[in-house]
T-cell receptor, first 117, second 118 residues
């Protein structure tokens, strides 16, 4: 079975450029999460979707960040304009939540390492 | 506001000895706790979990202990093996909610780098 697929694996861009990260969750999963990993704060939840609907975007750092999930098999995280402090590894994860409050195990992708020069 | 804290950035242990990774939390609504393991260039993978109704959960070489009064949990690995060398993340979940919108939302700590020497 294919796991969570993220692209690109590595992205190097210049400050001010637009960055789009992509994620394909595991088929059948109904929840999708975007996390950012930094040395100081570990894994921070940016936003998560349930049944393609954004549930909580309180972790999105600024208006420069936006995320969409147009269908059950695809999500994007966009940063525009990008800044050097956005450099981090961005993880997408998916799970199957049977009910609200379910402790469904998260399955992570391999991450997208972003470097903004 | 870091609700889940792993105060030790790194831990070095000899092969065969015990590894103890610690985690503290501040949110009293957390009632389910998980440990994830991450190798370089890979995503985190689930390792072991514990519900707040228990104080211990064991799975092979891995045991998680929960002290609710101290808001503290720990992961014990016995015996430690070189293949256990990875970053370990503690995570917490408040499964009970008023609005029905938890959906497995995990709060992670900063991670602890474990190195097991042969």
């Amino acid at each position: 079975d294919a796991g969570v697929i993220q692209s690109p694996r590595h992205e190097v861009t210049e400050m001010g450029q637009e960055v789009t990260l992509r994620c394909k969750p595991i088929s059948g999963h109904n929840s999708l999460f975007w996390y950012r990993q930094t040395m100081m704060r570990g894994l921070e939840l940016l936003i998560y979707f349930n049944n393609n609907v954004p549930i909580d975007d309180s972790g999105m750092p600024e208006d420069r960040f936006s995320a969409k999930m147009p269908n059950a098999s695809f999500s994007t995280l966009k940063i525009q304009p990008s800044e050097p402090r956005d450099s981090a590894v961005y993880f997408c994860a998916s799970s199957f939540s049977r009910t609200s409050g379910d402790t469904g195990e998260l399955f992570f992708g391999e991450g997208s390492r972003l470097t903004v020069l | 506001d870091q609700q889940v804290k792993q105060n030790s950035p790194s831990l070095s242990v000899q092969e065969g000895r015990i590894s103890i990774l610690n985690c503290d939390y501040t949110n009293s609504m957390f009632d389910y706790f998980l440990w994830y393991k991450k190798y370089p260039a890979e995503g985190p993978t689930f390792l072991i979990s514990i519900s707040s109704i228990k104080d211990k959960n064991e799975d092979g070489r891995f045991t998680v202990f929960l002290n609710k009064s101290a808001k503290h949990l720990s992961l014990h690995i016995v015996p430690s093996q070189p293949g256990d060398s990875a970053v370990y993340f503690c995570a917490a979940l408040a499964s009970a909610n008023a609005g029905g919108t938890s959906y497995g939302k995990l709060t992670f700590g900063q991670g602890t780098i474990l190195t097991v020497h042969p």
